[in-house]
């Protein structure tokens, strides 16, 4: 179901085959940083926040997870009204 929702977006999976190395490498990393950069243990929805809203992730370019989404949204819609 995921794989079938994912393909009809016109997406990739991000996970790999079964018993590949790479088999989840994105959701280990997240999670990891999570475990390492916690600095709210009692406020996990406040650091949530923060990493998604002010921290500038290099592999995004410099930019937060909340900006590439916001373009990644005003993409779609002009394609949408291009098309």
């Given at each position: 179901?995921?794989?079938t929702?994912?393909?009809?977006h016109g997406m990739?999976?991000?996970t790999g085959t079964v018993g590949d190395s790479y088999d989840n490498a994105m959701a280990e990393s997240v999670n990891g940083a999570y475990k390492t950069e916690l600095v709210w243990r009692r406020k996990p929805f406040?650091?949530?926040s923060w990493w998604t809203s002010k921290r500038l992730h290099q592999s995004l370019g410099c930019r937060t997870p909340e900006q590439i989404e916001t373009e990644y949204h005003a993409n779609q819609?002009?394609?949408a009204v291009s098309q």
């Open positions: 179901m995921y794989t929702q994912v393909r009809e990739l999976p991000s406040r650091w949530v819609a002009a394609q």
